[in-house]
């Protein structure tokens, strides 16, 4: 018996599997049961693997075909009506035609298969800011993340009550032919639909597909904003915690920032860092005429290779449970999992990402997929901020942009008010990484962190941006800042520490956002004076930092010529004030 009587969910249910023929239906009720029944049936088929429960209670491992290791970015589309309203950013196709299309490769999809129905919510069941989805899909591996990465079951439905309002999802593995793999998003009929793959965020539904691009569209409509945005609070010795969120491009460092653990001598002054989210921030005006900001996950979804005792121990201790491992080195040994950059020790006896017999200590391979991930519950998090399940959120004192820029973007800078912050968040730009299937390495303009998850016109998304400056008082809004921990030196080495060390960085932000620290003044905006960084401790010296703050005019301007022609590609819909933004920039350098 379905576990709800709303026509609107039970109708299109129908529909979805009138077309995909499963043999069975499964409602996901959210209870310890079901997942236990799911995991044990999932490890006697091979799709999961149990792991040591003495050492990794709860935890299991999966691996992904080959060929579906990443996001697929060119073949993720915006379907809406128009084609100008999916922007120069966006793969488009007209809604009919590719209705029809994926009606192809759906039909009989799931003949054979169990079709999973989970109803979830994106944000605290119940709360004024929570949006609702069903996703249905042929995967118990997506079932068991969906109940990790989101809050699932039957408390959704009755939420949700008669209302049509949810975001519908149909995801099929079909048979993961990488020719016929879509990520399909439908703004204006609240519809996103995934076929063959079995990656994550191309089928956990309610990650990038709903609560960015889906919800960049709604926010929109609605004056709100969907941002691919850490969410953290900092607390100084005395005891005030001051929220920031912070977007950086995939794979440059959210859930690490997110999880700071600080350096020892601010640890022993009573510094502190509260994690309230890793990766998206849905955020509003309050009725303090503040930006508040909410995670509307419940999980963490976060890169393997590069987490360890030193660089992120508490993302270590959050996958210490109830989590699942996907595409990292099985050690046969004891039964756990190894990445690369776990320790300097990788087992001998091991299974490799692709499945394969690997031996860590003389394999020139690499044993885990650099893009392999852990699924691993926010509870865990040892730093999980006690706002976290705060359906409200944070009031945000900074927005910080940043990406990997080897040469041109400083350790920080400061916008000079609210248009600029927009247009330095509008001219990120990172070198790529394995997050996406694609060139690794290689710059590209990344606005906001947002270019593959931005549901509509990318020029309308700036224009709403600006505009949120009218719903409230200026001086309300948060401070921008950018930063970049990846400056590097002649060699390729990193120049700053980074991890727990960017708290060095985040005290001077805060200090800004409070008028407790003076800044110069350089034509990117703001810089700290170097004194008033802290480096006690961190092993970078005074020259070393000014060179980390410099600004190289001639890289600058060839920027500039770069953001130029980036620009041209938004036609009209670009806002004027980010073209006199550029202008101004330009005329700063030179
Ligand atoms: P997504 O989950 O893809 O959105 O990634 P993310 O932005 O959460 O990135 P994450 O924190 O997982 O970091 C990705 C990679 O960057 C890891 O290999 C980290 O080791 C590395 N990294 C993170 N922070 C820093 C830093 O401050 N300095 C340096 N050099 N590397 C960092
Ligand atoms: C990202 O790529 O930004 C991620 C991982 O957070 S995924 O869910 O695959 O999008
Ligand atoms: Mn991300």
Same mark, same amino acid.
């Given at each position: 018996m379905a576990p709800t009587k709303n026509r609107a969910v039970l109708d299109w249910i129908a529909d979805m599997a009138a077309m995909t023929q499963p043999d069975q239906m499964v409602w996901i009720d959210g209870s310890q049961e079901q997942?236990?029944?799911? #995991?044990?049936? *999932?490890?006697?088929?091979? &799709?999961? &693997?149990k792991l040591n429960e003495e050492l990794l209670p709860d935890c299991y491992l999966h691996r992904t075909a080959v060929n579906d290791v990443a996001r697929? &970015?060119?073949r993720t589309f915006i379907c809406s009506r128009r084609e100008e309203d999916a922007g120069p950013t966006n793969h488009w196709m007209a809604p009919d035609e590719m209705y029809a299309k994926l009606r192809r490769l759906y039909t009989g999809a799931m003949k054979g298969r169990t079709m999973y129905i989970i109803p979830y919510s994106m944000g605290v069941v119940g709360s004024p800011f929570a949006q609702y989805g069903i996703e249905l899909t042929d995967s118990i591996y997506v079932v068991l993340n969906m109940c990790i990465m989101t809050r699932v079951g039957n408390a959704v439905l009755e939420a949700l009550g008669d209302s049509p309002d949810y975001v519908k999802g149909l995801h099929a593995k079909a048979d993961l032919d990488p020719e016929n793999r879509y990520i399909v998003h439908f703004p204006e009929d609240n519809t996103i639909m995934s076929v063959n793959s079995g990656y994550g965020?191309?089928?956990?539904?309610?990650?990038?597909?709903?609560?960015?691009r889906i919800a960049s569209y709604l926010g929109r409509k609605q004056g709100w904003m969907a941002e691919h945005m850490l969410i953290l609070g900092v607390q100084n010795p005395a005891g005030e915690v001051r929220y920031l969120a912070a977007a950086f491009p995939s794979a440059c460092g959210k859930?690490?920032?997110a999880m700071l653990i600080p350096p020892e001598h601010y640890r022993k002054a009573g510094w502190k860092v509260w994690c309230v989210g890793d990766d998206i921030a849905w955020i509003r005006v309050g009725e303090d005429g503040r930006l508040?900001?909410?995670?509307p996950e419940n999980g963490f979804f976060g890169v393997a290779p590069g987490t360890n005792e030193k660089s992120n121990p508490n993302a270590l201790h959050t996958t210490q449970r109830g989590t699942i491992f996907t595409n990292v080195v099985h050690n046969l040994d004891n039964n756990t999992v190894w990445w690369e950059g776990l320790d300097k020790n990788p087992p001998e006896h091991a299974v490799d990402w692709k499945g394969n017999p690997w031996n860590g200590k003389t394999s020139s391979e690499k044993g885990a997929h650099p893009n392999s991930r852990f699924t691993a519950p926010a509870r865990n998090c040892p730093c999980i901020s006690p706002e976290f399940e705060n359906p409200h959120g944070v009031p945000l004192s900074a927005i910080v942009f940043g990406g990997r820029r080897a040469r041109t973007a400083p350790l920080v800078y400061?916008? #000079?008010?609210?248009?600029?912050?927009v247009f330095v968040g509008s001219i990120m730009a990172?070198?790529?990484?394995? *997050?996406?299937?694609?060139?690794?390495?290689?710059? #590209? #303009?990344?606005?906001?962190?947002m270019f593959p998850f931005c549901g509509y016109h990318m020029g309308d998304y700036w224009q709403h941006w600006?505009?949120? &400056?009218?719903?409230?008082?200026?001086?309300?809004?948060?401070?921008?800042?950018?930063?970049?921990?990846?400056r590097t030196d002649d060699e390729g080495h990193f120049l700053w520490p980074g991890f727990g060390d960017n708290l060095r960085v985040l005290e001077w932000i805060m200090k800004r956002c409070f008028d407790e620290v003076d800044a110069d003044e350089t034509p990117l905006g703001y810089e700290p004076r170097p004194e008033d960084i802290d480096l006690e401790d961190s092993g970078v010296d005074l020259e070393t930092l000014r060179g980390l703050l410099s600004v190289d005019r001639d890289l600058w301007l060839e920027d500039v010529a770069a953001i130029r022609s980036f620009y041209a590609k938004f036609g009209d819909k670009l806002p004027p004030v980010l073209a006199q933004e550029l202008d101004a920039l330009e005329a700063r350098l030179k």
């Amino acid at each position: 018996m379905a576990p709800t009587k709303n026509r609107a969910v039970l109708d299109w249910i129908a529909d979805m599997a009138a077309m995909t023929q499963p043999d069975q239906m499964v409602w996901i009720d959210g209870s310890q049961e079901q997942i236990d029944a799911l #995991r044990a049936q *999932a490890c006697a088929t091979g &799709e999961l &693997e149990k792991l040591n429960e003495e050492l990794l209670p709860d935890c299991y491992l999966h691996r992904t075909a080959v060929n579906d290791v990443a996001r697929v &970015e060119d073949r993720t589309f915006i379907c809406s009506r128009r084609e100008e309203d999916a922007g120069p950013t966006n793969h488009w196709m007209a809604p009919d035609e590719m209705y029809a299309k994926l009606r192809r490769l759906y039909t009989g999809a799931m003949k054979g298969r169990t079709m999973y129905i989970i109803p979830y919510s994106m944000g605290v069941v119940g709360s004024p800011f929570a949006q609702y989805g069903i996703e249905l899909t042929d995967s118990i591996y997506v079932v068991l993340n969906m109940c990790i990465m989101t809050r699932v079951g039957n408390a959704v439905l009755e939420a949700l009550g008669d209302s049509p309002d949810y975001v519908k999802g149909l995801h099929a593995k079909a048979d993961l032919d990488p020719e016929n793999r879509y990520i399909v998003h439908f703004p204006e009929d609240n519809t996103i639909m995934s076929v063959n793959s079995g990656y994550g965020g191309n089928v956990l539904l309610g990650k990038k597909c709903f609560a960015l691009r889906i919800a960049s569209y709604l926010g929109r409509k609605q004056g709100w904003m969907a941002e691919h945005m850490l969410i953290l609070g900092v607390q100084n010795p005395a005891g005030e915690v001051r929220y920031l969120a912070a977007a950086f491009p995939s794979a440059c460092g959210k859930t690490n920032l997110a999880m700071l653990i600080p350096p020892e001598h601010y640890r022993k002054a009573g510094w502190k860092v509260w994690c309230v989210g890793d990766d998206i921030a849905w955020i509003r005006v309050g009725e303090d005429g503040r930006l508040w900001a909410m995670n509307p996950e419940n999980g963490f979804f976060g890169v393997a290779p590069g987490t360890n005792e030193k660089s992120n121990p508490n993302a270590l201790h959050t996958t210490q449970r109830g989590t699942i491992f996907t595409n990292v080195v099985h050690n046969l040994d004891n039964n756990t999992v190894w990445w690369e950059g776990l320790d300097k020790n990788p087992p001998e006896h091991a299974v490799d990402w692709k499945g394969n017999p690997w031996n860590g200590k003389t394999s020139s391979e690499k044993g885990a997929h650099p893009n392999s991930r852990f699924t691993a519950p926010a509870r865990n998090c040892p730093c999980i901020s006690p706002e976290f399940e705060n359906p409200h959120g944070v009031p945000l004192s900074a927005i910080v942009f940043g990406g990997r820029r080897a040469r041109t973007a400083p350790l920080v800078y400061q916008a #000079r008010d609210w248009e600029h912050g927009v247009f330095v968040g509008s001219i990120m730009a990172s070198e790529t990484t394995a *997050a996406a299937a694609g060139a690794v390495g290689v710059v #590209r #303009r990344d606005p906001m962190a947002m270019f593959p998850f931005c549901g509509y016109h990318m020029g309308d998304y700036w224009q709403h941006w600006l505009d949120m &400056e009218q719903c409230t008082d200026a001086a309300k809004l948060p401070k921008i800042f950018n930063v970049n921990w990846f400056r590097t030196d002649d060699e390729g080495h990193f120049l700053w520490p980074g991890f727990g060390d960017n708290l060095r960085v985040l005290e001077w932000i805060m200090k800004r956002c409070f008028d407790e620290v003076d800044a110069d003044e350089t034509p990117l905006g703001y810089e700290p004076r170097p004194e008033d960084i802290d480096l006690e401790d961190s092993g970078v010296d005074l020259e070393t930092l000014r060179g980390l703050l410099s600004v190289d005019r001639d890289l600058w301007l060839e920027d500039v010529a770069a953001i130029r022609s980036f620009y041209a590609k938004f036609g009209d819909k670009l806002p004027p004030v980010l073209a006199q933004e550029l202008d101004a920039l330009e005329a700063r350098l030179k």
